[in-house]
């Protein structure tokens, strides 16, 4: 375990490989012209309509933990580059359906294979992404995940702290 790591919390140990990953992804993607955030968008995007589906913005932030509003920028921004667009959803005007255009397919399918090798990399100590190993590990995240925060409790417990 690197040095000084070993008394580390969980929550330290989750930011600091999320920060990780989040800058080798951002390393990864930057020569297909993407950020990290915009391929997180466009991956599920690409996922999602090869399901199918024509996610609204508000379904795709849903779906990726990204603020609605953040989403909108980032699809905005990927409309301009010609990866993706924007159209009214005509069930609801007021909502925004996505999907990817040609180029945005193929700058996905491409990216994803990057990421993947990244996440054989990042995995290897595990045994790879196909392990046991790493198979368990992403059921504990997916735990973690799903569990609710009660964000009342947490602001009780702060306010009996400070008094």
């Given at each position: ?11 330290f140990l989750?930011?600091r490989?999320s ?8 390393r990864a ?14 991956a599920?995007?690409y996922g999602?309509?090869r399901?199918?589906e024509?996610?609204?913005q ?7 933990g ?5 989403v ?7 409309e ?9 959803d005509?069930r609801?005007p007021?909502a925004?359906?996505?999907a ?20 054989q990399?990042?995995?290897g100590?595990l045994?790879g ?5 790493a198979?368990?590990?992403?059921r504990?995240?997916?735990t ?5 925060l009660?964000?009342a409790?947490m ?9």
């Amino acid at each position: 375990m690197s040095q000084g790591l070993e008394k580390a919390t969980p929550g330290f140990l989750v930011w600091r490989l999320s920060m990780k990953w989040r800058v080798a992804v951002d390393r990864a993607v930057a020569p297909l012209g993407l950020t990290h955030a915009q391929y997180s968008l466009v991956a599920s995007l690409y996922g999602m309509q090869r399901g199918g589906e024509r996610p609204s913005q508000r379904r795709l932030a849903d779906h990726t933990g990204l603020e609605p509003l953040y989403v909108s920028k980032l699809a905005r921004a990927l409309e301009t580059a010609g990866l993706l667009e924007r159209t009214r959803d005509p069930r609801d005007p007021r909502a925004v359906q996505l999907a990817l255009t040609e180029q945005g397919q193929e700058v996905t399918a491409r990216a994803i294979k990057v990421v993947h090798g990244l996440l054989q990399q990042l995995l290897g100590p595990l045994g790879g992404l196909d392990s046991p190993r790493a198979r368990e590990f992403s059921r504990d995240l997916a735990t973690l995940l799903d569990a609710p925060l009660d964000h009342a409790a947490m602001d009780s417990e702060s306010d009996k702290e400070q008094s």
